[in-house]
């Protein structure tokens, strides 16, 4: 069953301190893997998107990583802001079938304190 | 500001009521989807919509029927639902079905309350 994994569940973090966000997946087959910021009562905003090939990639304050080979991913926040309070939510595609279908983990709520 | 554009933001009906969600975008995007988000879940896919055409119905209830009039336009036509169907219900749309590293640009949404 084609599933992700996120944890923790939700962190606290001072302001100004960095914290980095786990993502375990069991998707086949593999298309790429996004995560997304969701502010409380809006929608998901795009922050990164990686596929196979790709080991990191960078989003300002944002830097998501990949290995594929253990099917893990984490996103680190630098320098967190009070704005950084969200959900974070990683999100695998599968284009089995010629789809790009995306399966959502339940993402990670952070709050960012002063 | 989002380049999806859904309204109402907020909408309260009653059982028996028809009520329509409206969504919008102008990025020339040909795939087109409405999700339902219940409180601190991830998004659920409804539909999926591919030049205009139903491409995906992922098993939702006949109470909800979606419909694509052009390649900006998506509604999602509510009718006689239940207290459960109360969620955030989200646009999004994509460059098209086939570019799979393509983001999907979500709208904020419109909170739905079934009384």
């Known amino acids: 069953k084609n599933q992700v994994e996120q944890s923790p569940q939700s962190l606290i973090i001072l302001e100004g301190k960095n914290c980095t966000l786990q993502?375990?997946?069991?998707?086949?087959?593999?298309?790429?893997l996004r995560w997304y910021k969701q502010d409380t009562g809006r929608g998901p905003v795009s922050l990164t998107i990686?596929?196979?090939?790709?080991n990191t990639k960078s989003n300002g304050r944002y830097t998501a990583t990949l290995d594929a080979d253990t099917k893990q991913s984490s996103l680190h926040i630098t320098a967190s802001q009070l704005s950084d309070s969200a959900s974070y939510i990683c999100v695998v595609s599968d284009n089995d079938g010629g789809y790009n279908k995306l399966i959502f983990g339940a993402g990670t709520r952070l709050a960012v304190h002063p | 500001d989002t380049e999806v554009t859904q309204t109402p933001k907020h909408l309260v009906m009653g059982m028996t009521n028809k009520k329509s969600l409206k969504c919008e975008q102008h990025m020339g995007h040909r795939a087109m989807y409405w999700y339902k988000q219940k409180a601190k879940k991830p998004p659920e896919l409804m539909f999926v919509?591919?030049?205009?055409?139903?491409?995906i119905n992922e098993s939702v209830p006949s109470r909800f029927s979606p419909e694509c009039p052009n390649s900006s336009l998506l509604n999602l036509h509510l009718h006689a639902l239940q207290p459960e169907d109360s969620a955030l219900y989200l646009c999004?749309?994509?460059?098209?079905?086939?570019?799979?590293?393509?983001?999907?640009?979500f709208g904020d949404g419109t909170r739905l309350s079934i009384l």
């Open positions: 919509y591919s030049y205009e055409k139903l491409s």
């Open positions: 993502c375990n997946y069991t998707v086949s087959p593999f298309s790429n």
């Open positions: 999004a749309s994509s460059p098209g079905r086939w570019d799979f590293n393509q983001p999907q640009h």
């Open positions: 990686m596929t196979f090939s790709e």
